[in-house]
């Protein structure tokens, strides 16, 4: 299986593109993965950088959200991730090889607030711009459960916020609002967009989670394996940010 032409195509146009059905065998594997991994309690402390959290649309109530990295506890979405079918079918739209850089898996159970406007690519010594981020759907994914919307040709434009090695919200002024796609997914499907795509979601008001594995790659010109030592300064940054708010006693597990 591969990107046809006109997928490939729409990528470079719009800056994004979805492959059905790519993962539907692995569907209700990944799913009962996902159960397990809801169960490794030990790890979910507000301490644990490789844990992220959000709060509820309603409640404000502070609840798990995300392992990120998840690879490496994870072997049913390691398998996913080192699957040599999404690498080649990244390696088309860049037209040379793809390495993995990044991987997370968002939980976003019902009722979790969503994200608002920004670009994936963060302007950090060594960040791959051609850094590229691949969505595959676990559960379905709709706007009624948050699903992501993308904002096509955008990406043609390049980094829209300051390079100062900050993560920054995008100004939704800068983007067409009106031209926002959501990217509905059912499970099993693959979502490919640039790390310049603007992007966002909205708050889950189903009633059930919306679980997606992201991953991402970069190209191999543009530094080759880099997954190491990405995590490597993006975990000294989560701890320096974290205390200047004066949580001090973080760590990885």
């Known amino acids: 299986m591969s990107l046809t032409p006109a997928q490939i195509a729409a990528y470079h146009r719009d800056g994004f593109v979805t ?8 569907a209700n594997a990944l799913q009962q993965e996902c159960d397990r991994l809801t169960g490794l309690q030990h790890l979910m402390d507000s ?18 959200d995300c392992f990120d990295p998840v690879i490496d506890i ?21 037209g040379e090889p793809a390495f993995l850089f990044k991987d997370k898996l968002i939980f976003k159970p019902s009722g979790a607030k969503g994200y608002d ?40 434009k390049g980094y829209l916020s300051p390079r100062d090695g900050d993560y920054h919200q995008l100004d939704e002024k800068l983007v067409d609002l009106t031209t926002g796609v959501t990217l509905d997914l059912q499970p099993g499907d693959v979502a490919f967009f640039s790390g310049f795509t603007p992007h966002r979601s909205a708050a889950n008001k189903s009633e059930h989670s919306r679980r997606l594995l992201y991953l991402s790659f970069n190209a191999a010109s543009d530094g080759g394996d880099l997954r190491a030592s990405h995590y490597e300064y993006f975990h000294g940054w989560l701890q320096e940010r974290y205390a200047d708010y004066g949580k001090t006693e973080t760590y990885f597990r």
């Open 19 to 26: 492959a059905p059905g790519i993962f539907a065998a692995e």
């Open 47 to 64: 301490n644990n950088i490789r844990c992220r959290w959000q709060d509820h649309a309603e409640t404000g109530e502070c609840r798990f």
């Open 74 to 94: 994870s072997p049913v979405c390691e398998r996913i991730a080192r699957e040599p079918l999404l690498s080649d079918m990244a390696a088309q739209l860049y």
């Open 117 to 156: 406007m920004h670009q994936d690519f963060i302007s950090w010594q060594g960040f791959p711009e051609s850094f590229m981020t691949v969505i595959v759907a676990i559960d379905p994914s709709d706007a009624s459960s948050g699903a992501t919307e993308v904002f096509p040709g955008y990406h043609q």
